[in-house]
């Protein structure tokens, strides 16, 4: 069983910062690529931003520049700063990690989500 727990999220005003987290918890052999994605109302969960298990980033168009991933292997976490905040930016925010568990079993799991609110 593997388990993502997202935190760091809140209201913030317009311009401001946030830090997501997602720590991942379980009997874990290893984890692949990690991802954020985010889903506002009405709208289809986007990616915001993936880093693979070497570190390698990317981002889509409209964080770059304002967002950085990271992750901390030792300590299974995965990281979002998130500055400049827009209130475009408002909506849950969910972690998503690929891996493999002890046996050899390959996992594709997701974290409940936090929310983001920016106020203008």
């Known amino acids: 069983q593997v388990q993502l727990v997202e935190s760091g999220g809140g209201l913030v005003q317009a311009g401001g910062s946030l830090r997501l987290s997602c720590a991942v918890s379980?009997?874990?052999?290893?984890?692949?690529?990690m991802n954020w994605y985010r889903q506002s109302p009405g709208k289809q969960r986007e990616l915001v931003a993936t880093?693979?298990?070497?570190?390698?980033?990317n981002y889509t168009d409209i964080v770059k520049g304002r967002f950085t991933i990271s992750r901390d292997s030792a300590k299974r976490t995965m990281y979002l700063q998130m500055n400049n905040l827009k209130p475009e930016d408002t909506a849950v925010y969910y972690c998503?990690?690929?891996?493999?568990?002890?046996?050899?079993?390959?996992?594709?799991?997701w974290g409940q989500g936090t929310q983001v609110t920016v106020s203008s």
């Open positions: 998503n990690a690929f891996g493999v568990l002890l046996g050899g079993t390959r996992f594709n799991s």
């Open positions: 379980g009997r874990l052999l290893s984890i692949g690529a």
């Open positions: 880093i693979g298990s070497s570190g390698s980033t």
